[in-house]
């Protein structure tokens, strides 16, 4: 149960997202922002660990602020892994800002829909 109102929360915070970050796009049904949410959780358990910890020096390096870029990888990862469901527009730099704001508002959005759930730890 757990498990399925995480998904919920993130799809929502993923709404969210698009209705803030004009660079992020998911396709428009439920289908498809909970598709998204479980692939991100999914990227989010298994991939970002190893990314961090081979990055952790430069972690360390610039006092952890290398961590948003890391979690802007792993929702430009998610939207590689979807396919058509989920863009982020934009090349380069651009796109990675994007990221990078995408996912300090799926951050905060996921952390303020914790607080109001119950029994979501």
């Known amino acids: 149960m757990k498990l399925i109102i995480s998904i919920i929360v993130t799809a929502v915070a993923l709404w969210l997202t698009t209705q803030v ?19 991100f959780g999914l990227v989010n358990a298994f991939v970002r660990p190893v990314v961090k910890l081979l990055s952790l020096p430069v972690t360390i390096l ?9 979690n802007a990888l792993m929702l430009m990862l998610t939207a590689w892994l979807v ?3 989920m863009s982020i527009e934009g090349e380069g730099l651009t796109k990675l ?8 508002v799926i951050s905060i959005a996921t952390m303020v829909l914790g607080w109001i759930l119950p029994g979501k730890d």
Do not use: K, Q
Request: hydrophobic share 60%; net charge neutral; no cysteine.
């Open 21 to 39: 970050v004009p660079g992020i796009r998911v396709e428009s049904s439920l289908t498809a922002f909970l598709i998204v949410a479980a692939v």
């Open 62 to 70: 610039t006092l952890g602020l290398f961590t948003f870029v890391i």
């Open 83 to 85: 396919g058509n469901a």
């Open 97 to 104: 800002f994007s990221a990078m704001i995408g996912s300090i």
